[in-house]
């Protein structure tokens, strides 16, 4: 006799991505009752402490994509400490969002199967595995089985489950969905309220669970400090310091100085991104970039210390990431470069995400200066931009962004945007609340608008007005300050640091 194993308990709200059918699939012992659909949002959620961590999550992500598990938006990436069996490494846990039309024991199936491919073989309950991947939820559907059981049963207990799963959430575009979740968490508070219960925010940069981003071979903690950029311009150009680093001589001289005077990271750029600046070719900015940034990257110094490659070309990208550049600066965000996108999830590298509208020889045009809220609109703009590299495969936990101060902004926008590191997030995290946790990075070091405000045409005199400038952002939230005088930037980052413990205190 045939015996009905899956069981679909409630529909909450409506029917999502088209006709909804109920079908039995036959087998030769039972009956399964399967939901089948156009479509179905499913979340996923991640977890390794076996191996290469980070790799193991990206492979993973190519094996759901490749088995119709097509992912639309990633929540931050999160250490923390085992749950359970306790004597084990730390994890590393996110989440993802996707869209399938694999049926919710088909979605198991699959998922089982990457798990499978990765290495995981059945060990100790709640101990070591290379990866871990377990559904959530699956559209809009309560669904109990003897081996499936949506939602999540343990969601409500585990902050390293659910703060991913928060990070999905976007209250201003996702309405249904949100609802839809909350019903489900109905039982438990709902998911905000539950995820508060245990300590929400709070919870995070504590000891056993920290937000994290994957650099090079370690995992950066960006709560712990803000870091320094130096701004390193191979350019004849530049609005600073154009034509004084060309050769390599006095770049490497120039690298050495700014890490001695504090800089955590150096951001090498080969083309200028000042307004009314014309575009040089691929090739020119790979003539220009690659012989320093070769010779950079054997520096005895640089041991410890981080490359940016500052250009808009996917091709300048992957060159210089093969030469050893760890990240991609981006001033379009992907705008001027098509391929840019695809180039880096393909690096697996982190991404800076700036906000900028037209070109540098467009951008200060008055059409590019129209804003009705300057820092609501670069928030939309660039989540905007973001959801397409996610999109493309850039997970959120490998996104840094940057409102683009000086690029397409007046002195009044950019002054809004010092002052307004707060809003910006916010109004990201009413789109992806786990962008809204993102590093940020500010870059108004020199700028024009400073030059206004103090009084001083030459740009090199305008270091103090810089330091005021990156006082205000970092206090306000910025996590990357972007400066061509380190040593001036380092101790007002430091007393800044000083004043954010003290008050978290």
């Not at 798990?115 to 991947?133: A, F, M, N, S, V």
């Not at 999540?152 to 949100?178: K, M, N, Q």
């Not at 007002?492 to 413990?501: G, M, N, P, S, Y």
Request: proline share 5%; glycine share 8%; net charge neutral.
């Amino acid at each position: 006799m045939n015996i009905l194993k899956h069981r679909i308990i409630s529909k909450q709200g409506f029917r999502y991505g088209g006709a909804l059918q109920i079908s039995f699939i036959h087998s030769s012992q039972d009956k399964v009752l399967e939901v089948c659909s156009q479509e179905q949002e499913v979340v996923i959620a991640l977890g390794s402490n076996v191996g290469d961590r980070v790799q193991n999550f990206n492979e993973a992500l190519r094996l759901m994509k490749k088995a119709g598990i097509h992912i639309t938006r990633h929540a931050c990436l999160y250490e923390t400490a085992p749950a359970y069996v306790t004597d084990q490494p730390q994890f590393l846990n996110s989440a993802v969002r996707a869209v399938t039309k694999l049926g919710p024991h088909e979605l198991l199936s699959a998922v089982k199967n990457i798990e499978k491919q990765l290495g995981r073989t059945t060990g100790i309950r709640y101990g070591p595995r290379p990866i871990d991947l377990d559904i959530l939820l699956y559209g809009r559907y309560k669904i109990h089985s003897d081996i499936l059981t949506v939602p999540h049963e343990r969601i409500w207990e585990r902050p390293f489950v659910l703060a991913p799963l928060i990070d999905l959430l976007g209250s201003d575009v996702d309405t249904d969905v949100v609802a839809c979740w909350h019903s489900l968490a109905a039982d438990h508070g709902g998911l905000l309220s539950t995820w508060e219960k245990l300590g929400g925010e709070y919870l995070v940069g504590k000891v056993g669970m920290r937000r994290v981003l994957p650099i090079g071979n370690n995992l950066w903690d960006w709560s712990c400090k803000t870091s320094i950029m130096g701004v390193l311009n191979l350019t004849p150009d530049s609005f600073s310091d154009g034509g004084k680093f060309q050769s390599i001589e006095a770049a490497v001289s120039q690298v050495r100085s700014m890490v001695s005077d504090g800089a955590d990271m150096i951001d090498i750029g080969a083309q200028s991104t000042r307004p009314m600046a014309p575009m040089i070719s691929v090739e020119e900015e790979l003539d220009r970039l690659i012989p320093v940034l070769e010779a950079v990257t054997g520096m005895p110094e640089m041991s410890g210390k981080l490359i940016s490659v500052d250009t808009f070309y996917s091709k300048v990208a992957l060159e210089a990431v093969k030469r050893g550049a760890h990240i991609v600066n981006d001033v379009s965000a992907g705008k001027l470069d098509p391929l840019m996108h695809e180039v880096v999830a393909d690096l697996n590298v982190p991404y800076i995400a700036m906000h900028m509208r037209g070109d540098p020889s467009t951008m200060q045009n008055n059409d590019n200066l129209q804003y009705d809220d300057v820092c609501n609109q670069i928030a939309l703009e660039l989540h905007s931009q973001i959801r397409d590299a996610e999109s493309s495969g850039i997970p959120a936990w490998r996104i840094i962004v940057d409102p683009g101060i000086g690029f397409s902004k007046n002195t009044k926008q950019n002054l809004e945007i010092l002052t307004g590191v707060p809003k910006i997030r916010a109004a990201i995290g009413r789109r992806s609340l786990g962008l809204s946790h993102a590093p940020m990075l500010i870059g108004p070091s020199r700028k024009k608008f400073l030059g206004e405000v103090c009084s001083r045409s030459d740009a090199i005199e305008r270091d103090p007005a810089t330091v005021a400038a990156v006082t205000i952002g970092v206090l306000g939230g910025a996590n990357i300050v972007r400066v061509h005088n380190v040593r001036y930037n380092v101790d007002a980052v430091r007393i800044c640091d000083a004043l954010l413990k003290e008050e978290k205190s």
